[in-house]
Nanobody, 119 residues
Framework: QVQLKESGGESVQAGGSLKLSCSISRYTYFMAWFRQTPGKEREGIGCIGGHGTAIVRQSLKDRFTISRDNADFTLFLQMNSLKPEDTAIYYC????????????????WGQGTQVTVSS
């Protein structure tokens, strides 16, 4: 079993920055961030391997960065130049055989943290 808990979500103005954290109960090699807005499919933001190599969705890579602290079992998502369309619930996911932006490979999910960006 792996427990994940996201934190850091809040309301911000457009153009602002946020750093989300995801604490994990144990080390897992591949981890990822997703987000979801009401009525839409959960969207993969990016994933990262145990050695720190990350893949971020092309449309977000200029503004979003994924990193991890293996000593602390923590995953991070740095979000800059936030836009109203970034408003969503953000989830971290873990335990996968691959670094994927699809939901299916991931076995464990956090409860999510709300990010709201106002114009």
């Amino acid at each position: 079993q792996v427990q994940l808990k996201e934190s850091g979500g809040e309301s911000v103005q457009a153009g602002g920055s946020l750093k989300l954290s995801c604490s994990i109960s144990r080390y897992t090699y591949f981890m990822a961030w997703f987000r979801q807005t009401p009525g839409k499919e959960r969207e993969g933001i990016g994933c990262i391997g145990g050695h720190g190599t990350a893949i971020v969705r092309q449309s977000l890579k200029d503004r979003f960065t994924i990193s991890r602290d293996n000593a602390d079992f923590t995953l991070f998502l740095q979000m800059n130049s936030l836009k109203p369309e970034d408003t969503a619930i953000y989830y971290c996911a873990a335990v996968s055989s691959e670094c994927s932006l699809e939901q299916d490979p991931y076995e464990y999910w956090g409860q999510g943290t709300q990010v709201t960006v106002s114009s």
